[in-house]
T-cell receptor, first 115, second 115 residues
Framework: DQQVKQNSPSLSVQEGRISILNCDYTNSMFDYFLWYKKYPAEGPTFLISISSIKDKNEDGRFTVFLNKSAKHLSLHIVPSQPGDSAVYFCAASVEGNFGNEKLTFGTGTRLTIIP | KAGVTQTPRYLIKTRGQQVTLSCSPISGHRSVSWYQQTPGQGLQFLFEYFSETQRNKGNFPGRFSGRQFSNSRSEMNVSTLELGDSALYLC??????????????FGPGTRLTVT
C-alpha cells in the first residue's frame, strides 16, 4: 500500500506566484518528513525537512507545513522561479534502531513554472 | 567534495540475465541505500548497508541483493531479470547515524532496461 501519496501528478504555476505541492500519508508513526527535488537525468536533491513535533519549517523561498491531525503536509514555494520546474517528491521516515535511514517516498509531482 | 557516483549510467539486458550495479558514496559517508524508481510507483526502498552489513530491507524479492565493501562502496545485484525490473536504480549515501530530518545524497542513477 502507498503510505505516502502525492495525488497531483502535475502542477503548472505562473512565474512569481506561489506553488503549493501537497502530500498525504497514512502511517502515524512517521516522525520526519522531507521534500526532494529531481531534475531529469539527475538524482533527487534534498530541499527541506520537518520533524513531526513541528508544524512549520521555513528555508528561504521554501516552507513546509505539517498538519498531523489530517496527516497532510505541503510545500510552498514563493515566489516561483523557472528553475523550480522539476519533479518534487515527498518522503517520510520512522526512526529505527539506527536513525531514519529508510525513506518512504510519494510518486512525485511534476511542477512546471510558466514564464 | 565529490558526490555519489553510480556506474554504469545505462544498461540494457535481456530477460533471465543478471546485472550488477555499483555505487560509490560521498567520502566519509558510511551508509548506502538503494532505491528503485518506476513510473507511477515513485522511489521504493530496496535496502541499506552500513559497515558491510545490511541494516534495513524493503519489500523486494530475493532476486535483489546487495553488498557493501570496507571502503563503503556498494553493489546491487539483480538475478533472473524480468521485464518489470526496468527502472531507474538510485543509490544514496549518508552519515552513519542521524536522528531524523537529515538528508540522503543521491547519485544520478543507473537506468536499467530489460528486453
Amino acid at each position: 500500500d502507498q503510505q505516502v501519496k502525492q495525488n497531483s501528478p502535475s502542477l503548472s504555476v505562473q512565474e512569481g506566484r506561489i506553488s503549493i505541492l501537497n502530500c498525504d500519508y497514512t502511517n502515524s508513526m512517521f516522525d520526519y518528513f522531507l521534500w526532494y527535488k529531481k531534475y531529469p537525468a539527475e538524482g533527487p536533491t534534498f530541499l527541506i525537512s520537518i520533524s513531526s513535533i513541528k508544524d512549520k519549517n521555513e528555508d528561504g523561498r521554501f516552507t513546509v507545513f505539517l498538519n498531523k491531525s489530517a496527516k497532510h503536509l505541503s510545500l510552498h514555494i514563493v515566489p516561483s522561479q523557472p528553475g523550480d520546474s522539476a519533479v518534487y517528491f515527498c518522503a517520510a521516515s520512522v526512526e529505527g534502531n539506527f536513525g531514519n535511514e529508510k525513506l518512504t517516498f510519494g510518486t512525485g509531482t511534476r511542477l512546471t513554472i510558466i514564464p | 567534495k565529490a558526490g555519489v557516483t553510480q556506474t554504469p549510467r545505462y544498461l540494457i539486458k535481456t530477460r533471465g540475465q543478471q546485472v550488477t550495479l555499483s555505487c560509490s558514496p560521498i567520502s566519509g559517508h558510511r551508509s548506502v541505500s538503494w532505491y528503485q524508481q518506476t513510473p507511477g510507483q515513485g522511489l521504493q526502498f530496496l535496502f541499506e548497508y552500513f559497515s558491510e552489513t545490511q541494516r534495513n530491507k524493503g519489500n523486494f524479492p530475493g532476486r535483489f541483493s546487495g553488498r557493501q565493501f570496507s571502503n563503503s562502496r556498494s553493489e546491487m545485484n539483480v538475478s533472473t531479470l524480468e521485464l518489470g525490473d526496468s527502472a531507474l536504480y538510485l543509490c544514496a549515501s549518508s552519515l552513519a547515524f542521524s536522528r531524523g530530518g537529515y538528508e540522503q545524497y543521491f547519485g544520478p542513477g543507473t537506468r536499467l532496461t530489460v528486453t
